[in-house]
């Protein structure tokens, strides 16, 4: 079993599109995180929720819009898609604030 | 940015141990230091954190010198599937600040 899902693995998409993706995690974990990862590797966070509340929103273009429909799904909704956005995105979870990140398999977003 | 300094790339001999270093020198009283790798193509993993005092786990042990200004984390028994970049991240446990991943290391396991 998956502890941490994100949907779909790999997304391909032209310019100036609005794409979605999705996260679970059957955890039962109350905070969920959203990570970037670039071109050279690094790995950045972008957002993080805690029991469907927004704790961490890092400097994040405003196309860029998480929602929580409940504890178990952060789901990370990216209009207008910009070269840019050419990443892998992470989905990641913790029991609470404090412990241990789990983390999905990642997102490869390609912009054409 | 991240507040801790690690060699680019280590190499290691399947089966011997693998000792990974990092530096924190500006670590404040209620920072932990965490370990996370990430093997190729996955997503980062948990490995230890501790605050002071030694830690071990089923996959590492994580040593702190006593001034808190340096770490190890060593892999009894490497194998060639410990192949990662190996991330130190030095994080209060108030939770309200979030994991700042550096350049890490990376780390080859060698048959």
């Known amino acids: 079993d998956t502890a941490v899902s994100q949907t779909p693995k790999y997304l391909v998409t032209?310019?100036?599109?609005?794409?979605s993706i999705k996260c679970?995690?059957?955890?039962?974990?109350?905070?969920?995180?959203?990570?970037?990862?670039?071109?050279k590797k690094f790995l950045k966070i972008m957002f993080s929720y805690n029991n469907k509340e927004l704790i961490i929103n890092e400097t994040v273009p405003n196309r860029f819009s998480p929602k929580s429909p409940d504890k178990?799904?952060?789901?990370?909704?990216?209009?207008?898609?910009?070269?840019?956005?050419?990443?892998?995105?992470?989905?990641?979870?913790?029991?609470?604030?404090?412990?241990?990140?789990?983390?999905g398999d990642g997102t490869r977003l390609s912009i054409l | 940015d991240?507040?801790?300094?690690?060699?680019?790339?280590?190499?290691?001999?399947?089966?011997?141990?693998?000792?990974?270093?990092?530096?924190?020198?500006?670590?404040?009283g209620n920072e932990y230091v965490?370990?996370?790798?990430?093997?190729?193509?996955?997503?980062?993993?948990?490995?230890?954190?501790?605050?002071?005092?030694?830690?071990?786990?089923?996959?590492?042990?994580?040593?702190?010198?006593e001034d808190r200004k340096s770490s190890t984390l060593i892999l009894p028994h490497a194998t060639l599937r410990d192949t990662a970049v190996y991330y130190c991240i030095v994080r209060e446990f108030s939770g309200n600040t979030p994991l700042v991943f550096g350049k890490g290391t990376r780390l080859s396991v060698i048959a």
């Open chain 1, 14 to 19: 032209q310019m100036g599109n609005d794409k």
């Open chain 1, 24 to 39: 679970e995690q059957n955890l039962g974990h109350d905070t969920m995180y959203w990570y970037k990862q670039d071109s």
């Open chain 2, 34 to 65: 965490y370990w996370y790798r990430q093997i190729h193509s996955q997503g980062p993993q948990y490995i230890i954190h501790g605050l002071k005092n030694n830690e071990t786990n089923e996959m590492a042990s994580l040593i702190i010198t």
């Open chain 1, 72 to 103: 178990a799904h952060l789901n990370l909704h990216i209009n207008s898609l910009e070269l840019g956005d050419s990443a892998v995105y992470f989905c990641a979870s913790s029991r609470d604030r404090e412990q241990p990140q789990h983390f």
């Open chain 2, 2 to 28: 991240a507040k801790t300094t690690q060699p680019t790339s280590m190499d290691c001999a399947e089966g011997r141990a693998a000792n990974l270093p990092c530096n924190h020198s500006t670590i404040s």
